[in-house]
């Protein structure tokens, strides 16, 4: 079977990404199934030239096809911040129990008639040979006052983001499968680039295989 790589780290990444690729018929591989320890230093000054530089160095060095994404949490009242230095926002990469109590402090100062914000992301799929191809997903919603209790892995800001249309939280266990592909940035994201990935599953990945 075909193969390709979810480039990141992430946990709760891995387990969306495997999820919204589960109809391809390829094998989704993690960097640790494929024995890679490199990281990449994501200083682009864009979510999407993070997103495709990681793409790109994971690529040739698994020479497999891979996918990775960039994103964060713009909130309106900060300017957009903390953006593309959401997981940094304290100076460091800080974890998501840190980032939830920073959030907390933020939330209680934001103005009532302002608290709109929203998630974006761009998901790149990659090449070993370079070609790359990239698209963008968001979704809006706003800074509750006070988080829901408890953590999704890896979605630190996910306990304060509230969805007033369906007047639920942005949190996995709170939102039904049909909800999950309408507002999840990530999903909308990664099935506007399925056509392609598709394309290059029947007609390229013959070239990519002599990775066992």
């Known amino acids: ?65 891979a996918i990775a994404d960039d994103g964060g949490l713009e909130i309106d009242a900060l300017n957009g911040e903390p953006g593309i230095k959401s997981r940094r926002w304290l100076g460091y990469d800080a974890t998501d129990e840190e980032l939830i109590k920073h959030l907390k402090k933020i939330s209680k100062e934001l103005p009532d008639n302002n608290r709109n914000a929203k998630f974006k992301t761009v998901v790149s799929f990659a090449l070993p040979n370079g070609k790359v191809w990239s698209s963008t997903g968001l979704v809006k919603g706003v800074i509750a006052k006070k988080p829901l209790v408890g953590l ?45 990935i598709s394309r290059v599953i029947l007609n390229s990945f013959q070239d990519l295989n002599s990775i066992e």
Not at 23 to 47: A, F, H, M, R
Request: hydrophobic fraction near 35%.
């Open 1 to 65: 079977m075909n193969k390709l790589l979810l480039a990141t780290w992430n946990i709760g990444k891995i387990k969306e990404l495997s999820e919204f690729l589960s109809d391809l018929p390829v094998q989704v591989l993690s960097l640790k199934d494929v024995y890679i320890t490199e990281e990449v230093e994501e200083n682009g000054k864009t979510y999407k030239e993070n997103s495709q530089k990681k793409a790109l160095f994971y690529a040739r060095c698994s020479s497999l096809p």
């Open 152 to 196: 999704s892995e890896g979605y630190p800001y996910r306990s304060f983001f509230f969805l007033p249309d369906l007047n639920k939280y942005y949190f996995e266990r709170q939102l039904s499968e049909e909800e999950k592909k309408l507002y999840n940035h990530r999903y909308k994201a990664v099935r506007k680039l399925i056509p392609i």
